[in-house]
Nanobody, 118 residues
């Protein structure tokens, strides 16, 4: 099982980034996918979630209207489009998969660092 994030980096305030998470080793379409983030010195927090077929998405209040989450089940991938980034968005972003079929089946990626700075 693997969740591999990519797309992080350094971006100026007001800029955009698109994170990707490539999944393998499990039935991706059976899993609810989420993005979490952890800023230095802070607890990990849920950023966005998308249901199996992508019909429903939810977001943390801090990113509503700026971030969107999407998935492509044919490519076993989930994405996080981040716009209007600010310094408070600086964090390591993690991809998370939770089975909608089997209780307790969940996986984490290793994270990708997003730094928002001028």
């Amino acid at each position: 099982v693997q969740l591999v994030e990519s797309g992080g980096g350094l971006v100026q305030p007001g800029g955009s980034l698109r994170l990707s998470c490539a999944a393998s080793g499990f039935p991706f379409s059976n899993y609810v996918m989420s993005w979490f983030r952890q800023a230095p010195g802070k607890e990990r927090e849920l950023v966005a979630t998308i249901t199996r077929a992508g019909r429903t998405t939810t977001f943390a209040d801090s990113v509503k209207g700026r971030f969107t989450i999407s998935r492509d089940n044919a490519k076993n991938s989930v994405y996080l489009q981040m716009n209007s980034l600010n310094a408070e968005d600086t964090a390591v972003y993690y991809c998370y998969a939770r089975s909608a079929v089997l209780t307790g089946m969940e996986y984490w990626g290793k994270g990708t660092l997003v730094t928002v700075s001028s």
